[in-house]
């Protein structure tokens, strides 16, 4: 065993507060049934005394943990040896100023950033919360792992699982809509890949019953061990703004486990005295799976110190239910009406200070063709934190001078197939192909330009467009 007796898991209810061993696989707390995180005994830790510490590790670089952009940061996720680490060089993502994509939202220059997560292994920032998942999967012993997914977690668990820990994986997608870039991936990295009938939640709901009756190690951000991973992207963020805190963060929000571990990682950096103020935080759903929107904007629901309204979230989970309302968003990838850790984000909103909206279709692909013109492309689900953030601008209240640093969350290529439909030139093919309406494809689009097989025709054509 090579966990850390340092580290424990710790029901995040505080009229519980059950805790219990790390060497134990659980997705809940086994006396209320809420969600748990990993905490640890600070003060047997040797932390830094200061985050620009954590420098010292690029002059160790070659040394696998100490290269990954999650375990180089380990002394605050403690919880298993460095060397036990399942690392393939996660984490080497940029930290942009993008004043281009700045001027669409309506931000100063300078004042901008965009987080790439896309440029991890798997080409999406699930990679940091796999790493920490299968780390501890393998530290007790575990064989096979499984998880629902969209599309990026069954990328992700199938390269970690298969190259770095030797494990079986298992994929439970639902029948609706799943990016052939991300399922690509799964497939051509061995995952069993199981396609039942339902959307993501009916997935999710069928994966958990099946990991607890099989004793099946589960991948999914109800993981405690995942988040732990997820929240170095906030100590990149932190790096790359040399070691100053934003005034916002904002994030696309699906199943919710990105914001509740920036909101984790906040809150522990500001208890053991590595920052002195938390940047507030901004969570956008799609409309099309708006759950944390209608909840914590539309009707009240908020952490109050652990004491949310459970029967708030069990009659608008009924209302859904009853209507038959299924998610339904162009960005598949947080295309949830369940989100799992809607109780932790809850417990980060407040943390953080943070609000709630959610964008259009319309305003992700907008957003997104900007991302792009500005030299990065995302995945849509990405661009709804640049979609949010202009939102947020346009309703004052982000101003235009606030450092704000977008998490864009997937590569371009997890789904070419809207990149390029946007980019037609033909609206109907655009429908048909996405099974869309009511997005235009005119707003930023940068159409191919049909041309003979002759000079002077291209040059025109270059004259006229450059």
Not at 260 to 283: M, N, Q, W, Y
Request: hydrophobic share 40%; proline share 3%; with cysteine.
């Amino acid at each position: 065993m090579s966990l850390d007796d340092r580290a424990f898991q710790r029901c995040i209810s505080p009229a519980c507060a059950a805790t219990f061993g790390p060497e134990e696989v659980l997705t809940g707390c086994s006396r209320c049934g809420e969600l748990l995180d990993i905490d640890y005994e600070w003060d047997r830790l040797e932390v830094p005394t200061r985050l620009s510490e954590f420098e010292r590790a690029w002059s160790e670089r070659r040394i696998p943990w100490q290269f990954s952009g999650v375990w180089r940061f380990r002394s605050l996720l403690p919880f298993v040896r460095a060397e036990q680490a399942a690392t393939i060089g996660e984490g080497q993502t940029l930290l942009q100023q993008a004043d281009r994509v700045g001027r669409f939202v309506g931000s100063n220059p300078g004042r901008l950033w965009l987080q790439y997560e896309g440029m991890n292994p798997s080409g999406s920032f699930k990679d940091n919360g796999m790493t920490a998942a299968i780390s501890h999967a393998k530290a007790i012993g575990a064989k096979r792992a499984a998880c629902a997914s969209t599309g990026n977690t069954s990328a992700s668990l199938a390269l970690y699982a298969g190259m770095a820990a030797g494990m079986r994986s298992i994929i439970f997608i639902g029948s609706g809509k799943i990016a052939y870039g991300k399922l690509s991936q799964a497939l051509d990295y061995g995952a069993l890949t199981l396609q039942i009938a339902g959307d993501f939640d009916d997935a999710m709901a069928r994966v958990q019953e099946v990991c607890h009756r099989l004793g099946i190690y589960l991948v999914n951000s109800v993981n405690p061990f995942r988040l732990e991973g997820q929240k170095t992207v906030m100590l990149r963020v932190l790096e790359g703004l040399g070691w100053e805190v934003p005034d916002w963060i904002v994030v696309p929000g699906g199943n919710l486990g990105n914001s509740s571990a920036f909101g984790k990682a906040f809150a522990e950096l500001h208890r053991i005295g590595l920052i002195d103020r938390i940047p507030r935080l901004a969570v956008i759903n799609a409309s099309g799976a708006r759950t944390l929107n209608e909840l914590a904007s539309e009707r009240g629901l908020t952490w109050n110190g652990g004491n949310y309204d459970r029967g708030l979230v069990d009659r608008y989970y009924a209302e859904l239910d009853a209507s038959r309302s299924k998610a339904s968003t162009i960005a598949s990838a947080i295309e949830i009406n369940r989100p799992v850790n809607l109780a932790k984000c809850l417990r980060a909103l407040d943390v953080c200070d943070g609000v709630v909206r959610e964008v259009t279709d319309q305003e992700i692909l907008d957003a997104k063709a900007q991302v792009g013109a500005g030299g990065y492309g995302c995945e849509p689900a990405s661009a709804a934190s640049v979609a949010g953030a202009k939102r947020l601008r346009a309703e004052g209240v982000i101003g235009a001078d606030e450092r704000v640093v977008c998490i864009l969350t997937g590569h371009l290529l997890k789904d070419p197939d809207v990149t390029v439909a946007y980019h037609s030139a033909d609206q109907k093919r655009f429908e048909e192909t996405l099974g869309v309406r009511g997005v235009r494809t005119a707003s930023y689009a940068n159409h191919a330009v049909a041309v003979g097989n002759d000079f002077d025709e291209i040059a025109r054509a270059i004259q006229l467009y450059v």
